[in-house]
């Protein structure tokens, strides 16, 4: 299927995975024009804070909030309410919370939504399990049994259940999810490496081309970018793998 430039580009999730808005605000001019994503992690958010997305928003670019939430339900519920008001397209809570944790993850969106018409609802994802995550760690470390397929799915499944759009898994997990749970089950998926990049930490990968033909609907995509000696450059020529 042939895609056009601009609907490739917002496949593409950059991760801003850097220590202050410093460092990640010479990225973002680098890339300026590009219709990607851009997902802000724990470090960039836990140093930046809420301004730091909120000046993205203002400059046109769609914000993936990776924070991974994971806590009782009620605390769960009152940080997606005050995520859901900074205006982000996407964020995430760990699906091994639980099921009452991801509904309650929902009503404080819905709480956030019913007292401001302009919001827009975001996508409200699942964690399934981490792509550095193996078999030996989900089974001797973790205590889950079975593969890390069949965990996956179950994840995914419950994330469905709750009222989630979709879940975290890697590109190897995608067409086993969009099976169980429907093609419109939204899949994210990190662990993308173009070919001859350093997979560093990650277990489970695929080149973007592969993640895309798995039937994927957005890559989260960081070092192969943020660490090249030009990262425009590097990200321009992942976007052409995907026309």
Known sequence: MKRSWEE??????????YPNAAAAEALVRSLEGIPCFMKVGMQLFYAAGPGFVADLKARGYKVFLDLKMHDIPNTVKGGANS????????????????????????EGVEQALSGNAGLRRPLVIAVT?????????????????GSVADAVVRYAKLAQEAGLG?????????????SACGASFQTITPGIRPAGADIGDQSRIMTPRQALEQGTDYMVIGRPI??????RQALESIIEELV
């Not at 193996?134 to 470390?141: A, F, G, K, R």
């Not at 943020?226 to 990262?231: F, H, Q, V, Y």
């Open 129 to 145: 399990q981490l792509t550095s995550t193996s078999q030996t760690v989900l089974n001797d470390e973790i205590g889950i049994g």
């Open 83 to 106: 995520i859901a008001k900074l205006g982000v397209d996407v964020f995430n809570v760990h699906a091994a919370g639980g099921s009452a944790m991801m509904r309650a993850a929902m």
């Open 8 to 17: 490739a580009a917002g496949r593409v999730m950059v991760a801003l995975d």
């Open 166 to 178: 979709g879940v975290v898994a890697s590109p190897q997990e995608v067409q086993l999810i969009k």
């Open 226 to 231: 943020t660490g090249a000696p030009d990262p």
